[in-house]
């Protein structure tokens, strides 16, 4: 499930802005499909701009019923009379999402037998002291077990012990969730901590789920600002 809103804060309409002859967000479906990792792909979105984009291309969209705050909830609505297992949600913005890092996070719950995770997602080292400080980089900090603990746009951890180089992790926006886990946050409200962030996995995190972050050395290109699609155009050729 790709959710795509079309308004965007940082950079409005992102999704269908051009992106070597195609817009973001289908460049982005076209990669999800291409990983030939899924039973079916969908985008859903608000928008029926981004709607028609997709199927007049050949794809699968779905439009939202209700309004929604969050890629979770939106996808939520969408699998709610699904009988799926496993839900993955792409970004929108993530056009050079890519099949190696979606098998480690789905190999995550081939292994779990005791149905321990709720959910899994990516996580890649970062080492720029720009990029480690950039409240719109979502930083990671796990357990021994690669369990998340917390999400900040603050760099954590803080690094007050200067005779020690901390690790850093970027948080990739894609998520595997059992389906009970995503419709659990769908019906339970916003707490603090995610308002104050504005990171939907830390609901998660403060309703007592558990997150198994899987490291990737992939690191793509996120695009939430003009200077990402100036990025992306020069990866891209």
């Known amino acids: 499930m790709i959710p795509a809103r079309y308004a ?7 999704l269908m802005q051009d992106l070597s002859g195609k817009p973001v967000i289908l460049r982005t479906y076209e990669a999800a499909v291409k990983t030939n990792l899924f039973d079916d792909v969908f985008v859903v979105t608000d928008s029926p701009v981004i709607f028609d984009t997709i199927t007049q291309a050949g794809g699968k969209a779905m439009m939202s019923k209700e309004e929604h705050d969050c890629g979770s909830d939106r996808i939520a609505e969408a699998v709610a009379d699904m009988d799926v297992d496993i839900i993955v949600n792409v970004q929108g913005d993530e056009p050079f999402t890519d099949r190696e890092s979606l098998v480690g996070v789905l190999e995550v719950f081939k292994t779990d037998s005791e149905k321990e995770i709720d959910l899994a997602s990516l996580m890649v080292r970062i080492d720029e002291d720009e990029e480690i400080k950039n409240p719109n980089t979502v930083k990671v900090i796990v357990d021994n077990r690669n369990f998340a603990l917390y999400f900040s746009r603050s760099p954590i951890p803080y690094h007050r012990n200067t005779e020690i180089d901390p690790i850093y992790f970027k948080h990739k926006g894609i998520y595997a969730f059992r389906k009970d886990a995503l419709m ?9 901590l995610e308002a104050t962030e504005k990171i939907e996995a830390i609901r998660y995190l403060e309703y007592g789920k558990k997150i198994k972050m899987v490291e990737t050395t992939v690191t793509g290109i996120e695009i939430d600002t003009p200077d990402d699609l100036e990025k992306a155009q020069k990866a891209w050729k």
């Open 8 to 14: 965007a804060s940082r950079f409005p309409a992102k």
């Open 184 to 192: 659990d946050f769908h019906r339970l409200p916003m707490l603090p």
